[in-house]
Each structure stands twice: as C-alpha cells, then as structure tokens.
C-alpha cells in the first residue's frame, strides 16, 4: 500500500543509472517502517493541538540556585546530550552543522567542549557528554573531533550515537529526489532523543549520572552544564526545568512557554496565532523556549518506550527536475514528553546571555558579536 502511494517516486527511478537506483533502494530499505506509516497518517490526521494558555508569569534566574548546581556537578552527577543531527546546508557548508566554524575558525563543538573542558578546573570534574547525530553526519562528525582531538576533553568523555531519518515529502505527500538524485531525507527531529539514546542512558547509569542536560548545536550561547538552571531543576525537584527568556522582537519565530491543563508546556510557532507576533502577542505571549532542558534521568529512560506525535513544516527545497519546492517535513519535538512529567519548571534568562542561535548566514554577524560579548564578561 506505501510504495503504490510511492508511484511516482518509484517511476522517476527509471531515469537514473543502477548505481543510483542502487544507493536510493538502499536508503529506503533502512527506513523506520512504522514511522513512515505514522508519517503518512500525520499527513491525513494532522497533530490536534490541546488548548493552551500562555504563561505570563516566571521566576527570574538571579543567582539563588547556583550553589546547588555547582555541588552536583563536582559529584558527577549530571552528563549533557549536544542535539547535532542538522548538516550545514542553509549555512552554505557542507558538513554536519556543529562543524560550522562559526568564529576564528572555531566550530560550534569547539566552543561547547572549551565550556566542559573548563570544569575539570572550575569544578574538578570531567563529565559525559553525548552528541545525536544523523546516520548522514554521524561519520564525519566523529572525524571533526579525532581530527581536533577532541577539543582538549578526554577520548572516554564523549558517546556518539544518531538518530533516524525519515522521507522528505512534496506538495502532495510524495518521496522525491534532490537534486542529486538521492532520495530526500532528514532527521526525523529532536524528539527522537529518547529513543535514539537507549544505549548512552545505560552508560550515564554506569557513570552514577542522576540528571541529563540537554542543548541545541546551533545555539552556541547555550551552556551544557548551567549551575543556576541546573540548582533550580534540583531544588524544586522537577522531572523537567527548561530555559526561558523574555520576548523582545515580536516577528521572531519561536516555542512560546503555555499552560495545558495546569502544567507547562511549549507551543511552536506555527500552531500559534498570528496575533502572536505583534506587539500586543509580546505582552499576551511573553516566554519563548531556549532549547536547553534538565531531565531527571529516571524521567528522560522511561520517555523511551513514548510514541510522540509528527509535526507537519513546510520548508524550502529542491527537487530533482523541478527545481524549488514547498517541502513538508515530519518531525518529533522533544518538549511534547512533557505531558508526561509529574513536574515540570521553567527559569527565565536574560536573552543575550543564553540565546543566538544561528539559522543562517545572515545571523552571523549578531552571533559573533554576542559572543564576542559573552566572552569579555566571562573573562
């Protein structure tokens, strides 16, 4: 029943050589059936959105928990998950994105792992980090790193590991090939974390690790081990605590911090209203979500076994004879576990200590400065 929905896909194949045809059976071959499956009964039912109140009101990040996080991390207790599955193509780089050298040709894992070499100073402890990546990246971001030596962190610090990929689609739901003639896929979103590090949750209990944090690799002011959010998540004994700031720009797109049937949750952009992102939505919608969660690991390994639902996108892209394309991407968030959280905190940051994250090249400039920024205060 797929591949008869696949038709056309499959009759384009014809026009390409065996070796072409070869690498793109292959590829489908090692597709996620019953996500491909879901995939196409989110493309008939799309995600139905609960009822959501925006959260107007959040404890200020001033300091107070600091102490608390700062013990936890000497005894070892926490390991950090780098969210890296994206390449670098809307940057104009080829390679996986957190190879971007984003400055004096520093790359984003560079600038992260100076942040968690600098602990075995500050704080005499050493700990994990993972890093998700794609099947497509996983290679060369392995290679990024033996080839910078790890950034001056242990070879036994860092677990690698990918997560899957699904079908990119076209206007009418359709596979299609880009234009170098491969089948169109792409991580299948950052929900997918809990599934894809089964094995690394097993070595963070091996290690004692108690909480998990975790970051975006595009977002080179997150901090993997942040004492206050971390003192925070700890002292109000949360299963989840996630990162906030203020909203100042009022067209900029981003998760907005709401309120489902008491408890908080993230509503992303576009399952928001227009009204949104006016200058009234910045009073009516005040929060929006850095990225970066703390998870108690308990919570994080039973997430597990959750089939989370897709959310539908549209993006722009190239198909092989057609040329631009309004793509539609499938993807799994890793805020919608938080239904499943018994408690759930948020603390709100100041902006331009903890969020710049760089979606193109026209960022770059503003992501340089702040960083630039940044790195004078800390100094």
């Known amino acids: 029943m797929l591949?008869?929905?696949?038709?056309?896909?499959?009759q384009t194949l014809n026009e390409l050589s065996k070796e072409e045809k070869k690498a793109i059976l292959d590829t489908v071959h090692k597709l996620s059936w019953p996500d491909v499956v879901l995939q196409q009964e989110a493309l008939r039912v799309p995600i139905h959105e609960s009822e959501a109140l925006p959260l107007k009101t959040c404890e200020q990040a001033i300091g107070k928990y600091r102490d608390e996080g700062?013990?936890?991390?000497?005894?070892?207790?926490?390991?950090c998950i780098i969210l890296a599955a994206g390449d670098g193509s809307r940057l104009n780089f080829k390679g996986p994105k957190g190879s971007f050298p984003i400055m004096s040709g520093k790359s984003f894992f560079h600038i992260f792992a100076r942040k968690i070499a600098q602990l075995k100073n500050t704080h005499e402890c050493k700990p994990i980090i993972a890093v998700m990546c794609s099947d497509k990246n996983l290679c060369d971001t392995v290679k990024h790193f033996e080839n910078n030596r790890f950034f001056h962190l242990e070879q036994n610090q860092v677990i690698f590991f990918s997560s899957k990929s699904l079908p990119l689609l076209d206007e009418k739901g359709n596979w299609y090939l880009n234009e170098k003639k491969q089948i169109a896929v792409g991580p299948s979103g950052n929900g997918e974390v809990f599934s894809a590090a089964k094995k690394v949750v097993q070595k963070f209990k091996e290690k004692n690790v108690e909480?998990?944090?975790v970051i975006q690799v595009d977002n080179p002011l997150a901090d993997p081990f942040d004492e206050e959010l971390l003192g925070y998540h700890l002292h109000q004994k949360n299963e989840v605590t996630l990162k906030c700031f203020k909203r100042d720009i009022p067209e900029e797109k981003l998760g907005i911090l709401a309120r489902c049937k008491g408890a908080i949750s993230i509503k992303e952009y576009f399952h928001l209203p227009d009204e949104a992102f006016t200058k009234e939505g910045l009073l009516?919608?005040?929060f929006a979500n850095v990225g970066n969660y703390f998870f108690s690991l308990d919570f994080f390994e039973k997430m597990e076994k959750k089939i989370l639902p897709f959310h539908l996108s549209k993006k722009k892209a190239i198909k092989y004879r057609v040329g631009n394309i309004n793509m539609l991407k499938c993807e799994r968030f890793i805020f919608d576990v938080l239904c499943y959280s018994k408690k759930t905190g948020a603390l709100c940051f100041s902006k331009k200590e903890c969020f710049a994250p760089l979606k193109s090249l026209s960022d770059l400039v503003n992501v340089q400065n702040l960083l630039l920024k940044k790195e004078k205060v800390v100094q």
């Open 211 to 213: 909480h998990v944090s």
């Open 284 to 286: 009516n919608y005040p």
């Open 70 to 79: 700062k013990e936890a991390l000497k005894n070892n207790k926490v390991a």
């Open 3 to 10: 591949f008869q929905k696949q038709k056309e896909f499959f």
